[in-house]
């Protein structure tokens, strides 16, 4: 009787992966959502994860990860307590040319963060009809993996697929300049 290679071999898309993200590429995946997008992605960061959350959580820096925030700014933090996390009221506001149409867009959210885990930003607020990210962290090799998720609807009539693409497009090139900036501090 033999056995099929297919069975005994390492996931070959995992490999796949694995090398990519060491690389420096970041992964994309998107769920359908039935207005607006969800999309995924995670990179690898050289940095250990206490110094990557260390970047991570100077929520004034978002200006510099992402391109189009022009205004990132904490209005309210609450420490963490033994039976609740560390909290965070956040405001920014955004600016974004997609083909001949420009907007400019203000979020207030809430911030909760679960020590060098994880930061959940919910909506409270703003020029959205829905918004929901979820960031996380955990170990990979010498460094850190960061898994960003983001689930966004506008209050303006874009067509879903739209702003999927829109995403899509943008989101490693922001991920790629967050790993830039925080692994230059």
């Not at 994309?28 to 110094?51: D, K, L, N």
């Not at 607020?125 to 929901?132: E, H, I, L, Y």
Request: proline share 5%.
């Amino acid at each position: 009787m033999t056995v099929s290679s297919t069975l005994c071999a390492p996931d070959a898309v995992a490999l796949q992966q694995e090398k990519s993200l060491l690389q420096g590429d970041v992964l994309i995946s998107t769920t359908p959502v039935s207005a607006g997008a969800a999309v995924t992605a995670t990179m690898y960061v050289p940095m250990m994860r206490s110094q990557t959350w260390q970047q991570l959580t100077d929520y004034s820096k978002w200006v510099q990860y992402f391109p189009d925030i022009v205004q990132s700014q904490v209005l309210e933090a609450k420490h963490q307590t033994k039976t609740h996390p560390a909290t965070r009221r956040l405001y920014q506001v955004a600016r974004k040319a997609f083909m001949m149409f420009s907007a400019q867009v203000e979020i207030y959210l809430q911030v909760i963060e679960t020590l060098h885990q994880s930061i959940q930003f919910r909506f409270e607020r703003g020029t959205f009809s829905d918004f929901a990210a979820d960031l996380t962290l955990e170990d990979y090799g010498a460094g850190t993996l960061i898994t960003y998720s983001v689930k966004a609807t506008p209050l303006i009539p874009v067509p879903s697929f739209l702003i999927e693409q829109a995403i899509r497009y943008d989101l490693p090139g922001n991920m790629k300049t967050m790993r830039r900036v925080m692994c230059a501090a």
